[in-house]
């Protein structure tokens, strides 16, 4: 297991963006992260599942054309910039990592492949 620590949360207006950032200790990455958001008395969501090695996300459709995902290998640190927010993207987000060898794509959404998890920090959208 690896500690993540989540940064980048905060208040922002329905349209603007945030970007939020997953600090990864133990001096690489995992064979897989990814980013989760839950909002209260919803079920956990998966939103982007990243294959570190070749840097490739796998978007969920609620997020696809609206968050990006990037990744600086040196600072084992992955980024994910949020635009056009809306405020069903209020939620705590988490970051995760597993390293199981091999994930299929559509299965990188799912929170039983990931066995560290960062404490979350929390993105408020308002009209």
């Known amino acids: 297991q690896v500690d993540l620590v989540e940064s980048g949360g905060g208040s922002v207006q329905a349209g603007g963006s945030l970007t939020l950032s997953c600090k990864a200790s133990?001096?690489?990455?995992?064979?897989?992260m990814g980013w989760f958001r839950q909002a209260p008395g919803k079920e956990r969501e998966g939103i982007v599942g990243?294959?570190?090695?070749?840097?490739?996300?796998y978007y969920s459709d609620s997020v696809t054309g609206r968050f990006t995902h990037s990744q600086d290998n040196a600072k084992n640190t992955i980024f994910l910039q949020m635009t056009s927010l809306k405020l069903e993207d209020s939620a705590m987000y988490y970051c995760?990592?597993?390293?199981?060898?091999?994930?299929?794509?559509?299965?990188?959404?799912?929170?039983?492949?990931?066995?560290?998890w960062g404490q979350g920090t929390q993105v408020t959208v308002s009209s």
């Open positions: 995760a990592a597993g390293d199981m060898a091999f994930i299929p794509r559509d299965q990188r959404l799912t929170a039983r492949f990931y066995d560290s």
């Open positions: 133990g001096g690489t990455f995992a064979n897989y």
């Open positions: 990243i294959h570190t090695r070749s840097g490739i996300p």
